[in-house]
Each structure stands twice: as structure tokens, then as C-alpha cells.
């Protein structure tokens, strides 16, 4: 089992920043693919960003050039920097890791609010 905690929500501003942080921990176990997904109010869960095992990231075109993913392998802990924040990025924000060892599992953070509103 791999437990996932997510910080780093908020309330910000239009224009401001804010750094999600997710941080996994278990027993013994190997990350593939680690990524970011949000909610809208109303809306379905959306893809924002991803960082392979291979250190290869993608984003979703709404937020390139404003969001970087980023790992820490030493600490199993990976990143969301959202810079130039729009009210449209509100929404709950969920990690998600998929595993290859021991087994292939996916996991799920708990989600942190963003709210950005002037």
C-alpha cells in the first residue's frame, strides 16, 4: 500500500503562485508515472500534468508555461508549481502515482483546494 498526502492549497490571488506538494509513503515500492489532476466546481476530473519515471513530463494546454512538475526521489515526494494563476484554475487537485512494483497499483491523494478569486 502506498499512502499519498497531498499540501499546498489555498487562496490566492489572480497572478499569484502556489507549490502542491505530494508526498508517498509505504512500504517498498516503485513509482512509474506520477501526476496531477483537478476538479472544477461542476465539472469532471482533469488531467494538468505528468512526470514519467524517465523524468519526461506533459501538461495540459491550459496551464503550459504556467505549471511545472517536479520529483524529489530521495524524499518520494513530487511538486506542482502554479505560477500566473487564473480564476479558472480553481478546483480540487488530486496526485496520483502508478506503481510497477510490487504490484501495478494506481493511488490517489486526498485533494487539496485552490481557489484563486481576488
Known amino acids: 500500500q502506498v499512502q499519498l498526502v497531498e499540501s499546498g492549497g489555498g487562496l490566492v490571488k489572480p497572478g499569484g503562485s502556489l507549490r502542491l506538494s505530494c508526498a508517498a509513503s509505504g512500504n517498498r515500492f516503485l513509482m512509474n508515472t506520477m501526476a496531477w489532476y483537478r476538479q472544477p466546481p461542476g465539472k469532471q476530473r482533469e488531467l494538468v500534468a505528468t512526470l514519467s519515471r524517465a523524468e519526461t513530463t506533459d501538461y495540459a494546454d491550459s496551464v503550459k508555461g504556467r505549471f511545472t512538475i517536479s520529483g524529489d526521489g530521495a524524499k518520494n515526494t513530487f511538486y506542482l508549481q502554479m505560477n500566473s494563476l487564473q480564476p479558472e484554475d480553481t478546483a480540487v487537485y488530486y496526485c496520483?502515482?502508478?506503481?510497477?512494483?510490487?504490484?501495478?497499483?494506481?493511488?490517489w491523494g486526498q485533494g487539496t483546494q485552490v481557489t484563486v478569486s481576488s
Open positions: 496520483r502515482v502508478d506503481t510497477v512494483w510490487p504490484t501495478a497499483n494506481v493511488y
